[in-house]
């Protein structure tokens, strides 16, 4: 346990001499609604949680449900990327116009909001945990089913604004196989634990490799260990996703919305039992 700063507003410890107890969550704006909110967390980036968020958002939409995502990934957005969106988020006297994607879900990310998404984020770590904030406070999101965050790497000081600021319904954890040692998944689920929010369950991606020729699941990185990870905390296996370049295409040519197959049904039946 970091040493108390006898600031509760920052803390998520629930420990005796809590004055405040739990961290005011934020209200939404009086524009929205959101129903169901869902982080997608790793335990370092590069993992595909941005591409988990966004086939999630797609799966859903497909669906027929009111779709939003937020970018909580500040410094490192690619929501734009990935859904193929180079333009501009507006604003009016309510508050600011989220940014609407081909087959209509709702999105926000720091990339909309920089003159040039180039420009890179070089921002204290007060005023990050600000904008996350203000996505979810200042954004007009509007009737939304479900709200997928993708969250920033790591347990850091904005997955904790994310944790304590919003009224997060639970989280799913993306791995791949070489980084899916019980240490990372670990610490993301005891981070879920100490913020009282349940863990969905756990999504591995780039899991093996198919042979074109003859259909053989090559395991790159050796036999897969996540069922045995999932079965060690107890959390359901939603997804294993293989290495496909049609995925890394969908992404670079900000084309997800058409990526094929069912990779993320499981899963989304997970967060529609919520
Ligand atoms: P993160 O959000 O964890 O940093 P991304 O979702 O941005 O990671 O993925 C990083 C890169 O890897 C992207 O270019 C994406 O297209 C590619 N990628 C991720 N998962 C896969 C996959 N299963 N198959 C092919 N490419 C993938």
Redesign the pocket.
Known sequence: MAECTHDCSTCGENCAERTSGAPAKKPQNQYSNIKKVIGIV?G???????????MLAVTARRKGYSTAVMDA?IT?P?IGR?FGIHTKAMGNSKGIIPVISRTGIKLMSTNFLLPEETDPVTWRGSIISGAVEQFWTDVLWEDVDYMFI?MP?GTGDVALTVYQSLPVDGIII?A?PQDLVAMIVEKAVKMANMMNVPVIGLVE???YVECPDCGRKIYLFGESKVGATAKKYNLPLLAE????????????DGLIEIFEGDYMDKAFRAVEKL
């Open positions: 790793s370092k980036g590069g993992v595909g949680k941005s591409l988990v968020t966004s990934d490192g690619s990935t993708d790497p993306v791949s991606n780039m899991s996703i293989p290495i496909d370049s049609k995925l890394t295409k969908n992404c670079d």
